[in-house]
């Protein structure tokens, strides 16, 4: 049996506090019998990661620190889609080359993922780059990124850091796996320019 299908329009909103990478708002949104709920909404710029694979099938993973959770964490290259409408693949070019000091000649889109659907916008578009080159980090700050260390691990021991609870970041987790079967299967990613349904907008027009 299909359920009615409701739109859940929003009747009002208003905004809570408006930062730097993200804004608070708060929506009152009408419910299937009528009835106006509260949700909190964390609007995100969006960001994109990159799977970088070399010919041995390696992965170039990044350790850095995290401060909500209090330490470094173990995740792909990545970055925030800070500039409105910018081509999130030039994007994932700077990212990869100013955290891993790589380029790529070949580039298609791994997954996408929402990973907080619940109370934020956020979407991560994952490229697979392979045909890597090594073209030097550049000079970092001293934030978070001149602590940041570079590790090449094998797809079957990031799976088993998965596994383990070694990595803990959403979207590192699913870019393994999904690295990991398409590697398996010889297959390649979609086109760079694939459609990308929840690529987040609102809180890149406020900072228009």
């Known amino acids: 049996m299909t359920a009615p299908r409701h739109d859940f329009p929003v009747r009002s909103s208003k905004d809570i506090y408006v930062g730097k990478v993200m804004a608070?708002?708060?929506?009152?949104?009408?419910?299937p019998g009528g009835r106006v709920?509260?949700?909190?909404?964390?609007?995100?710029p969006g960001a994109v990661a990159?799977?970088?694979?070399?010919?041995?099938?390696r992965l170039m993973m990044i350790h850095q620190y995290r401060h909500p959770v209090h330490r470094r964490?173990?995740?792909?290259?990545a970055g925030l889609l800070d500039v409105q409408d910018e081509d999130p693949v030039e994007a994932a070019k700077r990212e990869l080359a100013e955290e891993a000091?790589?380029?790529a000649t070949d580039w298609s889109v791994l997954l996408d993922v929402v990973p907080s659907p619940g109370f934020s916008?956020?979407?991560?578009?994952?490229?697979?780059?392979?045909?890597?080159?090594?073209?030097g980090r550049p000079e970092v700050g001293d934030d978070e990124e001149?602590?940041?260390?570079?590790?090449?691990?094998?797809?079957?021991?990031?799976?088993?850091?998965?596994l383990a609870g070694t990595i803990v970041n959403g979207v590192t987790v699913a870019a393994v796996l999904a690295a990991?079967?398409?590697a398996g299967a010889g297959q390649a990613g979609r086109p760079v320019d694939a459609p990308w349904q929840d690529r987040p907008t609102r809180f890149a027009r406020r900072k228009a």
């Open 101 to 103: 000091g790589l380029a």
């Open 50 to 57: 990159i799977a970088a694979l070399d010919p041995d099938d």
């Open 73 to 77: 964490l173990w995740e792909l290259p």
């Open 180 to 182: 990991n079967t398409v």
């Open 146 to 162: 001149a602590d940041m260390a570079t590790r090449w691990v094998t797809l079957s021991v990031a799976v088993r850091m998965v």
């Open 24 to 31: 608070l708002r708060s929506d009152e949104v009408v419910m």
């Open 121 to 135: 916008d956020e979407s991560v578009r994952v490229y697979l780059a392979r045909g890597l080159t090594d073209i």
């Open 37 to 44: 709920a509260v949700r909190e909404v964390v609007e995100h």
